[in-house]
T-cell receptor
Framework: RKEVEQDPGPFNVPEGATVAFNCTYS??????FFWYRQDCRKEPKLLMS???SGNEDGRFTAQLNRASQYISLLIRDSKLSDSATYLC?????????FGAGTRLAVHP | NAGVTQTPKFQVLKTGQSMTLQCAQD?????MYWYRQDPGMGLRLIYY???????DKGEVPNGYNVSRLNKREFSLRLESAAPSQTSVYFC?????????????FGSGTRLTVV
């Protein structure tokens, strides 16, 4: 079993749609949680950290459920520029473990 | 611009050749990492250095060696390249060993072994 699992997608949505991605992780001792965004043939870039209380950054909302070992990312009012692969990332001591990513394609 | 710099950006090697991938960061980060990314596999950790003077194996260390030359630089060496090492290699750095602040990545090295 992979340490961090995500639905690979692709999720094909129209502009303006709301889309949600989910992720599960296996190590209950994990200490830090993130969503990264990766554009085609580019490096991953930090989108947002994820906290147990939930957190929001503009159109993006992230949630963490430690009991279920589950992380989510909600994107509201999707833009064409949101098209990318979204990586769920879980941190233990000293290193981060990356999910394989969920691909999002936003179309006009 | 401050960040993580990787060289080269592209490389083609013949099976059995050796090469070193270079990585340098100018953010005064303590920890540095080497990942490889293959289609459908996500990023897999090869080696990491929690602080200057230390290195540790990650998930897929076989066929690679690393050197933490100083606080800024962390290199990855392929002693005898194999086609299975064809991949995109990313170097990353973070402020603290506990990775609680996320990583900053370099732009990657696309390596093809023929």
């Amino acid at each position: 079993r992979k340490e961090v699992e995500q639905d690979p997608g692709p999720f094909n949505v129209p502009e303006g749609a709301t889309v949600a991605f989910n992720c599960t992780y296996s190590n209950s001792a994990s200490q830090s949680f993130f969503w990264y965004r990766q554009d085609c043939r580019k490096e991953p870039k930090l989108l947002m950290s994820v906290y147990s209380s939930g957190n929001e950054d503009g159109r993006f909302t992230a949630q963490l459920n430690r009991a279920s070992q589950y992380i989510s990312l909600l994107i509201r009012d999707s833009k064409l520029s949101d098209s990318a692969t979204y990586l769920c990332v879980v941190g233990g001591y000293n290193k981060l473990i990356f999910g394989a990513g969920t691909r999002l394609a936003v179309h006009p | 611009n401050a960040g993580v710099t990787q060289t080269p950006k592209f490389q083609v090697l013949k099976t059995g050749q050796s090469m070193t991938l270079q990585c340098a960061q100018d953010m005064n980060h303590n920890s540095m990492y080497w990942y490889r990314q293959d289609p459908g596999m996500g990023l897999r950790l090869i080696y990491y250095s929690a602080s200057e003077g230390t290195t540790d194996k990650g998930e897929v260390p076989n066929g690679y060696n690393v050197s933490r030359l100083n606080k800024r630089e962390f290199s990855l060496r392929l002693e005898s390249a194999a086609p299975s090492q064809t991949s995109v290699y990313f170097c990353a750095s973070s402020e603290a060993g506990q990775a609680r602040y996320g990583y900053t990545f370099g732009s990657g090295t696309r390596l093809t072994v023929v």
